[in-house]
């Protein structure tokens, strides 16, 4: 049997964001048959001393590890009009998203073997990027009875949740959190009081008051958190928050993270860089769930980010079509596609000096990386060479009619922005590059 020859491709003029060692590096990557070979931390004088076939000078502009979004919806099966796996992995190359962790809350829910491997095949045709799908925590997402864990971990589903329809039934939660313990299985959970939680659009306060809407506390997301910390520490299960959005919140999850729990928690970048006054024009394209928060919120939570208290910040990718956000505001489909802005949203972050470039990508794509057990997220030697070129400081007015996502529901649509990919590789191939 023939071998096929090593590529080799060698990065050059590159600034190096390093997540583990906290770092900003002037070198370059060695890059051979998909992984990285070599980190070269010194300016490299002579390029064609290293014999690779293919040279690319990053122009010192940022070269670092792909983004691994946690929570992203691809609505294969049921809804594919709103967002296919070609048209989601055409978005995530474009935005740096080399990894895309997708939700089971489909139509129908993915919560057997036979839809999962659905799903799997059709990434593989379509997508560019890695795929990997988490699968429903109960049957139907209906909250009685829970999926075969075991057999959809051996289809190939990376952690288990039911997304936003949270499971009310505290026996069925504990015995799906002992199982999924018992498998060594991630469970991701969506803390919002149910109750409090139903009808709302907004965060309760004086702003929705005056604009009459209905509103939601935010003590909704503390009452579910501290409920399945409590699960937690009973059954000792691996679990991941998907998103903490309010600063009363923060204690209860520094004191799970300080018992020792298996427990992280993420955030979105919305949250983040979004408040609840940016609905105030009754623009459904900020309807989002849960809903934004007020500014000391949106801070404090930027400030958990940097503090390493959130591990994770992720697109929660939510596409919608026209027809279901042409609606009132308070009718209005809830989420927002967020692949292609994920990046330059996130850097509002760094602009604003709240986090350096090194912790957001601890917190974009190496953390999520070890939470999922993925060897990608660092650059290192024998490291998959998934990586993102890009200009920081690149200004631009972000237009919705140019993304790739066949829904266009993002709240940036006509806003001032900065930061561009350059160019994506995933295993050491290029699958994006601006102007291409």
């Known amino acids: 049997m023939r071998m096929r020859p090593l590529t080799l491709t060698l990065f050059t003029n590159a600034r190096l964001i390093d997540p583990e060692a906290g770092q900003i590096i002037d070198g370059g990557l060695l890059v051979e048959d998909g992984k990285v070979k070599q980190v070269l931390t010194q300016p490299i004088e002579s ?9 690319v000078d990053c122009a010192g502009k940022y070269l670092a590890p792909g983004i691994v979004d946690i929570g992203v ?76 864990i075991s ?16 499971v009310t039934d505290t026996k069925v939660f504990s015995r799906a959190l002992t199982y999924a313990r018992s498998l060594g299985a991630l469970v991701i959970g969506h803390v919002q009081e149910p109750g409090l939680s139903a009808g709302a659009c907004v965060t309760s306060g004086k702003f929705a008051s005056l604009r009459g809407l209905p509103g939601v506390t935010p003590m909704a997301e503390r009452m579910a958190l501290d409920r399945d ?61 849960p809903p934004l928060r007020d500014e000391d919120d949106r801070t404090a939570v930027a400030e958990a980010v940097a503090s390493g208290l959130i591990d ?76 993102v070129l890009f200009d920081a400081d690149a200004p631009f007015v972000m237009d919705r009619t140019t993304l790739r996502s066949k829904s266009r529901n993002t709240p940036f649509d006509g806003q001032r922005m900065q930061g561009k990919v350059l160019a994506t590789y995933v295993d050491g191939a290029c699958v994006f590059e601006m102007g291409a």
């Not at 390029?47 to 040279?55: E, L, M, S, V």
């Not at 903490?244 to 520094?254: G, K």
């Not at 729990?261 to 769930?289: C, E, M, P, Q």
């Not at 760094?350 to 470039?357: E, K, M, N, P, R």
Request: with cysteine; aromatic share 6%; proline share 6%.
């Open 151 to 166: 057999f959809l971990l051996d289809a190939g589903a990376v952690a288990f949740t039911d997304c936003d329809h949270v």
């Open 229 to 289: 910390i409590a699960l937690i520490e009973m059954t000792g299960a691996r679990y991941h928050v998907d998103q903490i959005t309010t600063a009363r919140a923060l204690p209860a999850l520094e004191r799970a993270k300080a018992n020792g729990l298996d427990i992280t928690a993420g955030t979105s970048v919305h949250h983040l860089t979004l408040n609840a006054l940016d609905v105030a024009d009754y623009r459904t394209f900020f309807k989002l769930k």
């Open 312 to 387: 994770i910040i992720s697109s929660m990718h939510t596409p919608q079509d026209e027809e279901s956000k042409r609606l009132p505001f308070e009718e209005a489909a809830s989420g927002a596609v967020a692949l292609e802005t994920f990046l330059p949203a996130a850097l509002r972050l760094v602009h604003a000096g709240l986090i350096d470039l090194p912790q957001l990508w601890r917190a974009m794509s190496l953390n999520p990386a070890n939470r999922l057990g993925l060897a990608s997220g660092r650059l290192r030697a024998g490291a998959p060479a998934d990586l």
């Open 47 to 55: 390029p064609d001393t290293f014999g690779a076939q293919t040279i």
């Open 73 to 148: 919806k691809v609505c294969e099966p049921g809804e594919r009009h709103k967002e296919s796996f070609r048209s989601a992995g055409a978005a995530a190359a474009a935005g740096g998203v080399t990894t895309i962790v997708t939700r089971p809350d489909t139509d129908p829910a993915i919560d057997n073997p036979e839809t999962l491997e659905f799903v799997i095949r059709r990434a593989r045709e379509a997508a560019p990027v890695h795929v990997l799908p988490m699968a429903a925590l109960t049957k139907g997402r209906a909250g009685r009875e829970m999926t075969e």
